[in-house]
């Protein structure tokens, strides 16, 4: 028996809600000049209030050492191990801007990318393109057909975009293009396996054209693509944890991961203080909500430290004004880390603090990664995360006789 399986055999209704506040990103390495990550020199009074009266703790998504995406990130806080459920980037963002997507299609993920003369990438994200100018760019490429596999090419958010397969015999089984570096050229897309040779081709002719038709518009002069997907078969969430579940999230990947599981989606705007009155404004309709920030993550991939800490201090101010009853569990975590320091995502667990009024307190008495290495959840599998909550919520009834 799995640990889904096991949760789903003792799950019980509730009056207590689940509220996961996840930040994209969060935890960070210390700044060279203070030796506090941007979570220690935010100002957090609000989550340090929650920690000291909570448990905190530190999660690996994935197992230790593994550097995760945002994909197995979510799903793992979820509770849906990663190495079992691996979804594809291409099939969330495509999820999440309400595309017709159609069983068989193979979707993808893209960045309009800056390379040089030497198509070398000089820039993963184009300057992070405003999302008027990705419409614009989408629409010199869509609707290609090549070799009878019809492509279809959709915006999604500034330098991102989905493109979608449709045809015949596709397969999902391909190497991403982008290599997720800069001062190298994008690499051909190749085939996991042999049978998906054919796909690799397809896709392979699309980049060449792709790269002719965006030759002179710097700097979105070529384009990146990872995550080929098709749809994949998960339980929803309302099956397992005997849940009504909704998200709150304004990028479109997060929006299709959270559908995928058989969240509902509500309609937010794109700031902090938008999606915790989103928050608010649906507390009495659902009892388990996610909210997504993604601030936190842009800011540490772009190697902005003290943009970061502003982020982390913006939600701190959110978390303030909360709904939360008495008998409600918050959790405040990430789906990995991005130190600004690194500017990319990196293996390093995440702190998470989980507050309940049946919590068993522990010695932290603020939120950072420094407490949580000593706190009372200890540093556990990210998918045990929401085990605890249910548990925390009087969700789950007891094991065996």
């Known amino acids: 028996m799995n640990n889904l399986d096991l949760i789903r055999s003792l799950a019980i209704p509730s009056d207590s809600k689940i509220i996961f506040i996840v930040m994209d990103g969060l935890g960070g390495l210390p700044h060279t000049e203070t030796g506090k990550t941007e979570l220690e020199t935010a100002r957090t009074p609000n989550l340090d209030r929650l920690a000291a009266r909570g448990i905190c703790g530190l999660i690996d998504m994935v197992s230790p050492g593994i550097t995760p995406g945002s994909a197995p990130g979510h799903l793992a806080l979820f509770g849906y ?81 989905v493109i979608v397969l449709r045809g015949e015999n596709l397969r999902d089984e391909l190497n991403d293009s982008d290599p997720q570096q800069t001062g190298v050229a994008p690499r051909p897309v190749t085939s996991k396996h042999s049978i998906a040779g054919e796909t690799a081709n397809i896709v392979n002719k699309f980049i060449d054209y792709a790269g ?80 997504h920030v993604k601030g936190t993550d842009s800011a540490g ?26 008998d409600d569990v918050i959790i405040v975590t990430g789906d990995h880390s991005t130190p600004a320091i690194l500017k990319g995502h990196s293996w390093h667990p995440v702190p998470a603090v989980l507050y309940s009024k049946w919590c068993r307190p522990d010695q932290a008495n603020e939120f950072s990664e420094r407490a949580c290495v000593g706190g009372g959840l200890g540093q556990l599998k990210a998918t045990h995360l929401m085990t605890f909550a249910m548990a925390h919520a009087l969700k789950l009834t007891k094991y065996g006789a």
């Open 81 to 161: 191990d990663p190495l079992e459920y691996n979804i594809g980037r291409g099939v969330l963002e495509t999820t999440g801007i309400e595309f017709d997507f159609h069983k068989g299609d193979v979707a993808a993920r893209g960045n309009f990318c800056t390379v040089d003369a030497s198509s070398l990438i000089t820039d993963r994200r184009a300057g992070r393109i405003s999302t008027e100018i990705c419409t614009e760019l989408c629409k010199l490429l869509d609707g290609q057909k090549i070799d009878n596999v019809e492509i279809l090419v959709s915006p999604v958010k500034e330098h991102r975009f």
């Open 212 to 291: 002719r038709k965006l030759a002179d518009n710097h700097p979105a002069n070529m384009i990146l693509l990872r995550g080929f997907s098709r749809l994949p078969d998960i339980t929803p969430m309302s099956d397992i944890y005997l849940l009504k579940p909704a998200a709150i999230a304004s990028y479109p990947m997060y929006r299709g991961l959270a559908k995928l599981v058989g969240m509902d989606i509500l309609p937010t705007g794109s700031s902090i203080e938008d999606e915790f009155n989103t928050l608010r404004q649906n507390y009495d309709r659902y009892d388990y909500f996610f909210l």
């Open 301 to 326: 991939e772009d190697g902005d430290f003290a943009r970061k800490v502003r982020v982390i201090e913006a939600v701190d101010e959110a978390v303030s004004a909360l709904p939360a009853g008495d």
